[in-house]
């Protein structure tokens, strides 16, 4: 049981360098979530998408992008990496909104030196 | 907007003491609410949830929480805390025709022997 497999686990890029985070969820779920967690401030929305082909803005989204192409992968994108980009990054999926509960994966630290 | 606040960053109980971990939600509509545990170097998984058929909770780990409409509360409870109980905990809440999900900034939870 995969469930939600986040890529890579670790990672640290220089100031303005690019890349994009994987999530992959095997269980068929249609919402997909991109949340970063920090100390003392427990874990920030940064997109979303309730389908595939479909993404929508959480709490904190400027310096991120998103694409959800194929149901089963949700991309996070960061065009040009900051220190204040510095974090650990969850994905999650749900079966749909309301009461599902979402599941995530284990987690990827990024650090932007 | 939907918020939810969890009161105390840190908690310390001793081990068979009673915890208690505070989550108030603030919106005029009951809105789905969550409790997550999250073990170091983990990913968040799921301790119980709330869908209104239920105002009392019963989790897995001898957790349970109780929503009081009258209080916007969800407490989260064990009678006797074991040493294995040390994590972080998460409050989080969607609201009915809201498709995000959003969390408070945790409690660390410490067991003492």
């Known amino acids: 049981n995969a469930g939600v497999t986040q890529t890579p686990k670790f990672r640290v890029l220089k100031t303005g360098q690019s890349m994009t985070l994987l999530c992959a969820q095997d269980?068929?779920?249609?919402?997909m979530y991109w949340y970063r967690q920090d100390p003392g401030m427990g874990l920030r929305l940064i997109h979303y998408s309730v389908g595939e082909g479909t993404t929508a803005k959480g709490e904190v989204p400027d310096g991120y992008n998103v694409s959800r192409l194929k149901k089963q992968n949700f991309l996070l994108g960061l065009e040009s990496a900051a220190p204040s980009q510095t974090s650990v990054y969850f994905c999650?999926?749900?079966?749909?909104?309301?009461?599902?509960?979402?599941?995530f994966g284990q987690g990827t630290r990024l650090t932007v030196v | 907007a939907q918020s939810v606040t969890q009161l105390g960053s840190h908690v310390s109980v001793s081990e068979g003491a009673l915890v208690l971990l505070r989550c108030n939600y603030s919106?005029?509509?009951?809105?789905?609410l969550f409790w997550y545990v999250q073990y170091p170097n983990q990913g968040l998984q799921l301790l119980l949830k709330y869908t209104s058929a239920a105002t009392l909770v019963k989790g897995i780990n001898g957790f349970e929480a109780e929503f009081k409409k009258s209080e916007t509360s969800f407490h989260l409870t064990k009678p006797s805390a074991h040493m294995s109980d040390a994590a972080e905990y998460f409050c989080?809440?969607?609201?009915?025709?809201?498709?995000?999900?959003?969390f408070g900034a945790g409690t660390r939870l410490t067991v003492k022997p």
């Open positions: 989080a809440v969607r609201l009915n025709n809201n498709n995000d999900m959003r």
């Open positions: 919106s005029s509509v009951p809105p789905y």
């Open positions: 999650a999926s749900s079966p749909r909104g309301g009461n599902t509960e979402a599941f």
């Open positions: 269980m068929n779920h249609e919402y």
